[in-house]
């Protein structure tokens, strides 16, 4: 990935909102202080530099754009706790296929979404889930992160944010439908990119779809026991939210 490209595209913002993150436990566990939420902190204070660095008008596009997505009732329609996870099989960064089911063997599964290397929110929220691998691993658990990006643009992500787990490209968003997690760019939104992302580039298709920044644990019967979707891609699950939502699974009888 060209990293001017990255860097220009680090001033933008995009789509998703309205919180809903529930525990399968049934109690939200909430981060105290910074320490204790490190990538909600740092996702806080990209924002305040993007706000100060980028123009009034572009800003201002992309709140109306996240409150477009907000009142588009994605959040509402998005899979909740509770619900079964649709199975999927999807190539990884390398052109390996990875499916679902064939993980949930083995142990629960995180999947997380997002919208691309080209979105900073995102390298954010894979560097902390990254940084977190170790306590995902030891409470017995895959981490897959999945955007529409074709395997090509999935790799240089991995490799930009040195990851070490499994990033799979959802090539048209299908696996997102599926979760229902999917959403179109609105206008208003798309008008901004032109000329500064080409997001047809990146996904190989002319959609102008993109997922929500959702992120879901699931158990080894396939069901959905923690969930994290929000319309203002600004937000994402703290790891330690999920690692405690895991960690409820392994104590269960």
């Known amino acids: 990935m060209n990293l001017s490209h990255t860097r220009s595209a680090s001033t933008f913002l995009l789509t998703l909102g309205v919180s809903l993150i529930v525990l399968t436990t049934a109690r939200t566990i909430s981060a105290q202080g910074p320490d204790a939420a490190p990538v909600r902190k740092e996702l806080e204070e ?104 074709t395997p090509d643009n999935s790799l240089s992500t991995a490799e930009k944010n040195h990851l070490d787990f499994e990033v799979l490209s959802d090539r048209g968003n299908k696996v997102a439908h599926a979760y229902r997690v999917a959403y179109k760019i609105p206008k208003v939104v798309a008008e901004q990119f032109k000329g500064r992302l080409d997001l047809g580039k990146h996904n190989g298709d002319d959609s102008g779809e993109l ?25 994402r699950a703290e790891p330690s939210d999920v690692i405690a939502a895991l960690r409820g699974l392994v104590k269960k009888p």
């Open 46 to 149: 990209f924002r305040e530099r993007a706000s100060k660095n980028s123009p009034p008008d572009r800003i201002r596009v992309y709140e109306e754009g996240i409150e477009e997505v907000r009142k588009s009732g994605v959040t509402d329609k998005a899979l909740k706790v509770g619900d079964r996870a649709p199975d999927f099989e999807l190539l990884n960064a390398v052109g390996k296929k990875v499916k679902l089911s064939e993980l949930i063997a083995r142990g629960p599964v995180v999947v997380t979404w997002y919208r691309g290397g080209w979105c900073p929110y995102c390298n954010i929220a894979l560097r902390g889930f990254h940084k977190s691998l170790p306590e995902i691993r030891a409470a017995g658990a895959t981490l897959v992160a999945l955007s529409p990006e």
């Open 211 to 235: 997922p929500l920044g959702a992120t879901y644990v699931i158990d080894r019967e396939g069901v959905i026991r923690y969930a994290f979707v929000d319309a203002d891609y600004r937000k």
